[in-house]
């Protein structure tokens, strides 16, 4: 699921790079709906017998493998997804992340179908993570293996950040329209994969650490800062 905000490019370029994996993906196109809302109504929606794997518009896998992988542990009843920790919310808590999730709607059921939406103690979809730890459900999780740009630590000793690969399988670009060359960089890995070439690591971290986006970085960081404040005061008011 993507806003109208973000560059077409990125869209076409993941369409693209599962295409050259033999894969195909589903893009929908739902400016004004929340993440959370989205991929809850997609689950509801989801026939009893099916599995998905969800990928944010920035983000793809590097091989067929690891999709084989992830739908193989959806299907034996886990959920199989990135390392993710939500900062803002708690920095303790690793989940599996939004931006490459695999379950099936036979899981999610037996779990009484946990909320997708975020609130006060979960970010999106990390309250699935809590569900199936409580009830002994394996929570297969990948973390990342190099950042070009790290920002967020994570509890583990890990950090996430722009550009992150995990395990050498799946590739996030993260908050793709903070980039002053977001688009160039998700180009040069897509382009890589597509045409079956190393990636440019070293040029990943330099071209991703120039001084245009620092500064886009930390206006960005600012505005979410403020988003989360405002976010949390409106939830209080609304209790009345």
Known sequence: MYWANIAPSLPELQAQVLNSLGLAIQQDLATGIWHGNWLQHTMEHLPE?????????????LSGDIVEHAFRAAEQGGIFGVAHVAN??????????P???????????????????????????GRLTAVARDRDVKVDLIFPSF????????????????????????????ESRALTNGQAIFAMVAEAVIRREPIDFIKLH?????????????????WTRTKHKIARRAKWLGRG
């Open 147 to 174: 950042v070009a740009r790290p920002k967020w630590a994570m509890p583990n000793g890990n950090c996430l950040g722009t550009a992150t690969f995990y395990e050498g399988s799946v590739f996030h670009l993260f």
């Open 88 to 97: 803002h919310i708690d920095p303790t808590f690793i989940y599996a992340g």
């Open 206 to 222: 330099w071209r991703l650490n120039s001084i245009g986006n620092q500064l886009a970085d930390r206006a960005y960081a600012k």
């Open 49 to 61: 017998d099916e599995s998905i794997l969800f990928l944010d518009v920035d983000a793809f896998p």
């Open 99 to 125: 931006m490459f999730l695999c379950l099936s709607k036979r899981t999610w059921n037996a779990l009484g179908q946990p909320s997708l939406r975020d609130d006060d103690e979960f970010d999106v979809a």
